[in-house]
């Protein structure tokens, strides 16, 4: 036998676990970077790292606010090159949206060329535009050279990058984010900078403010594309406090007269993030399968700001009605969910409130404050090192000069001098004591400067200068000083910059005739968009309703003669006619004990046979149509079935909002729906198929939603032929076999109990056994 040896090699690198073990790590490998690299925004510069490296790469290029434009192909690349190891039409893609007015409410990049459109309409190819950064983005920029923030190596070591940017304002909420991680996710609607900056200097002043308190400073988002947010205040609450909930955002619209009392509806901002093309999509096909009867046509006439036409149908149309059903029917009012999950230290998710998330932006501007404090503090003193060279140099001139004309090492003769004893060159003021040299010997940077010293540096009046920056920086350093030490100068200088943040990007701000300070987003009551009446959706206009023995039902325009000879299919005849108004609403009951609902408006048109009934309500083939008639909530119906069980049941409770129907009268195996009628009276006449009338009071009828009901007369044999109601008084009434109305009064000898058998009719009763 061969012998099977390992193939593995000796001293191989391979490790053998298991694969649930192995998936694992790796599959948290992966949601971990998903969650802190890609999907999640820092709360402290509300970034997301591409958005980062992007701005980062754009400061590396010198592509300020005042300065010029650079094709977004080398941004894009130079980004992927240095910082962003992924694909550029990804970056571009977030590079393009930084620049959407429409998407991000303070743009952080400017871009000139085709960045797209509110319709939908993707940016031109990163070859044809051209890009810079804004004045907001410098503001989250600012600081980076002093050593604001940490720096980490990029992702092959060349170069190094900012973990996060110093930000002057509280991005996060200012521009918001949205993202889908692995196993959470993050939605946070734009903010006003100016209310923002207000809630983090009230949040200085008083640290244990409340969050609803912070709602009297930003009471809800500030959309780029403006809109009415119709959101309960409390609910609004809620959701800041928690950090999860939503918001309800209509569209702006007003009525504009046309004159002669024509008018139409005119919209003027849309729902964030809702692409305008679609949106006049859905509208239109609401107008196209009728489920708003009272809009005739929208219509686009926007050129760089919104402007929607809505025309309704008629004149008489209340405009608010008419905005209801469209709020409930398209985009025209929309939800943004609000999940407030960041990196709230750049490296745990939370899901935060308002509070959480505007203190973290306050304690990475503390340390940015310091760190910057440090850094000045630092150059400073290397300064004050340098200027104090420079004095002795000035007040040892002569020698300064010998030593650098005449020694072969002037550095080091200049480092080996004891100043201390030099001689001091005279001075014309009598009361001039200049300052005393901060050592005997000059250190290697006060040399190397007073080496590098131009000659017009020498003149009288360059010394008085280096004097005044002197005491200037030894002023400048004890103030940073103070500033280190103490806790409140620290806050109040937050303060100050928070209030020329607002001062800039406030109100006031202005670009090209654009208000882009001020809040777009208002706040209103919703109300209640009640149900609407049909009557108030569709012009009334008269027709006759027509439908055959076969289920072929149509809509004739106008009242027309109900004995008028109408055509048919080959085979088929009229069964039921009536004079209708398009406002109506019709019933249909079926043989399966069914009631259905049918609009009038809906109906086919007169010109031809009209359409099956089946093809609009789901009436099942083997089931008859025992009555069509106009729907009247008011009324009381008497439903009975073929057994001879009956009952009473109110109109209203039988009208089906969809296509199945509802049923009321229950009915099993051989037993059909037979009977309804319209109850009018105080009593009840039933035939039965042995011709036995029975008459007895309607109130022993019980009245019912739905049921099989009670007997209302007995047989030996066979079943129910007809029941009708009438009042006593009155008479009931039928049609004798000449085609007379017999009236019958004495009525006492078929009167009793119900679920009695009866009594033969009267002479003259019709041999079909109906009552009409």
């Not at 207000?198 to 244990?208: G, N, R």
């Not at 004079?579 to 019933?587: I, K, M, N, Y």
């Not at 019912?704 to 209302?712: H, Q, S």
Request: charged fraction near 25%; charge should be negative; hydrophobic fraction near 40%.
């Amino acid at each position: 036998m061969s012998q099977i040896t390992d193939p593995t090699p000796p001293g191989s690198q391979d490790v053998s676990e298991p694969l649930r073990r192995a998936l694992g790590d790796r599959y948290l490998t992966y949601a971990l970077s998903t969650i802190m690299h890609r999907a999640l925004p820092d709360a402290r510069d509300g970034l997301k790292p591409v958005h980062r490296r992007i701005l980062y790469a754009m400061h590396r290029l010198r592509l300020n606010s005042t300065g010029g434009f650079l094709k977004s192909a080398k941004i894009s690349g130079d980004t992927m090159g240095d910082f962003h190891p992924h694909g550029d039409a990804a970056i571009y893609d977030a590079m393009a949206r930084l620049a959407q007015e429409f998407n991000v409410r303070y743009p952080l990049v400017d871009g000139q060329g085709n960045f797209g459109n509110i319709d939908g309409d993707n940016p031109a190819a990163s070859r044809y535009t051209e890009a810079r950064m804004t004045a907001v983005a410098e503001a989250l920029l600012e600081g980076l050279a002093e050593n604001a923030v940490d720096f980490r190596d990029n992702y092959d070591g060349r170069l190094t990058e900012p973990v996060v940017l110093p930000a002057q304002f509280p991005n996060l909420l200012a521009n918001g984010s949205s993202g889908i991680a692995v196993g959470m996710a993050t939605n946070i609607p734009p903010h006003n900078i100016a209310e923002l900056c207000d809630a983090c200097i009230h949040l200085i002043k008083t640290p244990d403010a409340r969050d609803d308190t912070l709602l009297n400073y930003v009471p809800g988002p500030d959309f780029p594309t403006g809109g009415i947010i119709v959101e309960p205040p409390e609910n609004i609450a809620t959701a800041y406090r928690t950090g999860k909930g939503g918001f309800r955002l209509r569209c702006r619209w007003e009525v504009e007269d046309l004159g002669r009392g024509q008018w139409q509806i005119v919209v003027t901002e849309i729902p964030y993030q809702v692409q305008k093309s679609k949106l006049i999509e859905k509208i239109a096909e609401t107008i196209q399968t009728k489920k708003i009867p009272i809009l005739g046509d929208v219509r686009d006439e926007s050129a760089e700001d919104i402007r929607l036409i809505l025309e309704p149908r008629s004149k008489n149309v209340d405009p608010e009605v008419l905005m209801g059903m469209l709020y409930r029917n398209s985009d025209l009012e929309v939800r943004f969910s609000l999940n407030m999950n960041v990196l709230i230290d750049g490296v745990t998710p939370k899901v935060c409130s308002m509070k959480e998330v505007l203190q973290a932006f306050l304690d990475h501007r503390r340390e940015v404050l310091q760190r910057r404090s440090l850094f000045r503090m630092e150059k400073i003193d290397h300064r004050l090192e340098v200027l104090e060279g420079f004095i002795v140099a000035f007040l040892n001139l002569d020698r300064v000069i010998d030593i650098i004309r005449y020694d072969d090492d002037p550095k080091a003769a200049l480092m080996a001098e004891d100043w201390s004893k030099a001689h001091v060159r005279a001075r014309d003021e009598a009361d001039y004591v200049p300052p005393a040299p901060g050592g005997s010997e000059l250190s290697e940077v006060q040399a190397e400067a007073i080496l590098n010293m131009r000659l017009r540096s020498l003149r009288r009046l360059e010394e008085m200068e280096l004097l005044r920056e002197q005491s200037a920086l030894m002023e400048e350093r004890a103030g940073l000083e103070d500033l280190l030490e103490s806790d409140e100068l620290q806050w109040n200088s937050i303060t100050d910059q928070l209030r020329a943040t607002k001062k800039q990007f406030g109100k006031d701000w202005v670009i090209d005739s654009v208000d882009c300070g001020a809040r777009r987003t208002t706040f209103a009551e919703a109300g209640e968009v009640e149900d609407v009446p049909i009557e108030a959706m569709i012009d009334r206009e008269p027709i006759t309703v027509v439908c055959s023995e076969m289920g072929w039902i149509r809509a004739m325009t106008g009242h027309i003669d109900l004995n008028r000879e109408l055509k048919f299919k080959d085979g088929d005849g009229p069964s039921f006619i009536f004079h209708a108004e398009t406002t109506d609403r019709l019933l249909v009951f079926g043989s399966n004990g069914r009631f259905y609902t049918i609009s009038a408006v809906n109906l086919p048109g007169g010109r031809g046979m009209g359409e099956p009934l089946r093809l609009i309500v789901d009436l099942p083939n083997e089931a008859q149509i025992i009555a069509l008639f106009i729907h009247d909530p008011a009324r009381k119906l008497l439903v009975a079935s073929s057994a001879g069980d009956g009952f009473i049941v109110p109109e209203a409770e039988v009208a089906a909002q969809t296509r199945s129907g509802k049923q009321a009268l229950n009915v099993r195996g051989d037993v059909r729906a037979m009977i309804c009628s319209a109850v009018k009276g105080d009593h009840v006449a039933v035939v039965g198929e042995n011709r036995k009338v029975l008459v007895f009071p309607l109130d022993e009828l019980p009245q019912m939603g739905r049921g099989k009901g009670v007997r209302l007369q007995k047989y030996k044999d066979g079943g129910l032929s007809d029941a009708t109601t009438f009042v006593l008084e009155e008479g009931l009434s039928w049609l004798d076999p000449a085609g007379r109305t017999r009236t019958e009064t004495a009525l006492q000898e078929w009167t009793a109990k119900r679920a009695t058998a009866g009594r033969m009719a009267p002479r003259g009763f019709p041999r079909d056994n109906r009552f009409n």
